[in-house]
Nanobody
Framework: QVQLVESGGGLVQPGGSLRLSCAAS????????MGWYRQAPGKQRELVAA???????NYADSVKGRFTISRDNAKNTVYLQMNSLEAEDTAVYYC?????????WGQGTQVTVSS
């Protein structure tokens, strides 16, 4: 059974930072395609950051230079470090894992950027 459990969301002021965590079970984060998505109210879910097959990462243009995706293979956990947060970053953030045999989502964690 695959489970992806996000944590680390919350309320932060503009310019602040948060680190989201995605603890995985049932899949191996160093093998599966892993990424972070977000969905703001009234908008479609969009890709924020994801690992590439070559070991690098892709980022949405809106977060380049501010967000960093990383993983701890020993903890089987994926992270999203978010710096210089803006009001436009307010959304529910979802962890996504795609092993060879499926497409899995976490329950999401709310990030609200507001003064």
């Amino acid at each position: 059974q695959v489970q992806l459990v996000e944590s680390g969301g919350g309320l932060v002021q503009p310019g602040g930072s948060l680190r989201l965590s995605c603890a995985a079970s049932g899949i191996i984060v160093s093998v599966a395609a892993m990424g972070w998505y977000r969905q703001a109210p009234g908008k479609q879910r969009e890709l924020v950051a994801a690992f590439t097959s070559g070991g690098g990462a892709n980022y949405a243009d809106s977060v380049k230079g501010r967000f960093t995706i990383s993983r701890d293979n020993a903890k089987n956990t994926v992270y999203l470090q978010m710096n210089s947060l803006e009001a436009e970053d307010t959304a529910v953030y979802y962890c996504n894992g795609r092993p060879w045999n499926g497409d899995y989502w976490g329950q999401g964690t709310q990030v609200t950027v507001s003064s």
